[in-house]
């Protein structure tokens, strides 16, 4: 019996993890699936359509361990610090071997034009504005300081989390975790702790 569309998918997303987007093919997850091309071609014609595939499923699997639990905070300092807290948490789970596996497909796609570095550039985007809508929200709610500018927040606690992904894909050491959430509370100020 061959495998769904989703047990490929799972099966291609861990394969792109260890061995790269770029480098994934249909033979690659046909060999690690023990089916034929053929196949893994009725469900995927192509290799761009496999990787675009594979990231949009990474994406989804991303969405519901990250985004949904920060979307089901309260808007403002509370979805802020859930948000830095659930993608903490999904590295912690090792959901994806290696680390996030969107962040990882971004740095190898980055330099190749094509379909699968915009899809990616999307993702990114709308998960760079859910964090600075979340800190727009908080300055509103004077949660944070009046002064306090969303965007450079946003790109500094997405900065943070990156290199948390890093460090913690590198070492394997759940200090690097304890370091990354202690970073955000202090960079939230003592009311993250409390908004949390």
Do not use: W
Request: aromatic share 6%; charged share 20%.
């Amino acid at each position: 019996m061959d495998p769904s569309r989703g047990a490929i998918l799972r099966a291609a997303a861990s394969l792109a993890a260890t061995d790269g987007l770029a480098g994934l093919s249909i033979r690659s997850v046909a060999a690690a699936l023990g089916m034929p091309k053929s196949g893994l071609r009725a469900h995927f014609p192509s290799a761009t359509e496999l990787q675009l595939a594979t990231v949009a499923e990474a994406a989804r699997i991303f969405a519901e361990e990250v985004m949904q639990p920060a979307l089901a905070a309260p808007p403002g300092l509370s979805q802020l610090t859930a948000l830095c807290e659930a993608f903490f948490a999904y590295l912690e789970r090792q959901t994806f071997p290696g680390g996030c596996f969107l962040a990882s497909a971004a740095l190898e796609m980055g330099g190749r034009p094509g379909p699968v570095r915009e899809l990616l550039g999307e993702i990114q985007s709308r998960f760079g504005a859910l964090i600075r809508g979340s800190a727009a929200a908080a300055v509103e709610q004077n949660e944070l300081p009046a002064d306090e500018d969303p965007d450079r927040l946003a790109f500094e606690l997405n900065g943070i989390m990156l290199a948390t992904d890093t460090n913690f894909a590198l070492h394997d050491d759940p200090a690097v975790l304890d370091l990354a959430r202690q970073i955000v509370r202090q960079r939230l100020g003592d009311r993250a702790g409390q908004a949390g």
